[in-house]
């Protein structure tokens, strides 16, 4: 089990309204941390409710969900998640998004496309906390 020194587990939260890319995801997490807990949230507003109560790690960011599109979605979940590295998933074309997306906090992308490649893999490793042992 991947514990933080205080004894708490790695907590991963999903911010995706697809499924299908949910299943996906968090299939290729397990392959990275098998042990993190990954939370998924369809809407902001579920994420946000889901923040109010348990300690997370790294926020996972689909850019098109109900409620919000692009960059503003990074703008609206960083409202309650402004320490929390937020690493932005999308279909969108990255050039059209990535530097308003970072202005407002994200630090990676990773194309839809990219979900079952070592670039995905690579990229969630990058932002893991460093108090994880792997």
Request: hydrophobic share 45%; charged share 25%.
């Amino acid at each position: 089990m991947l514990k933080k020194p205080n004894g708490s587990k790695l907590t991963i939260l999903m911010v995706e309204d697809s499924k299908a890319d949910a299943l996906l995801i968090e299939k290729q997490i397990a392959s990275i941390a098998p042990s993190a807990k990954v939370i998924i949230a369809p809407s902001l507003l579920e994420a946000y409710t889901i923040s109010l109560t348990e300690d997370i790690n790294l926020i996972l960011l689909d850019l098109n969900l109900p409620e919000s599109f692009g960059p503003m979605t990074v703008k609206e979940a960083k409202l309650f998640s402004k320490h929390i590295p937020i690493i932005a998933i999308t279909g969108m074309d990255k050039d059209s998004v990535a530097e308003e997306a970072q202005e407002f906090g994200v630090k990676a992308f990773i194309q839809k496309s990219d979900i079952e490649s070592d670039v995905f893999k690579n990229i969630i490793r990058q932002y893991l906390p460093k108090q994880y042992s792997f």
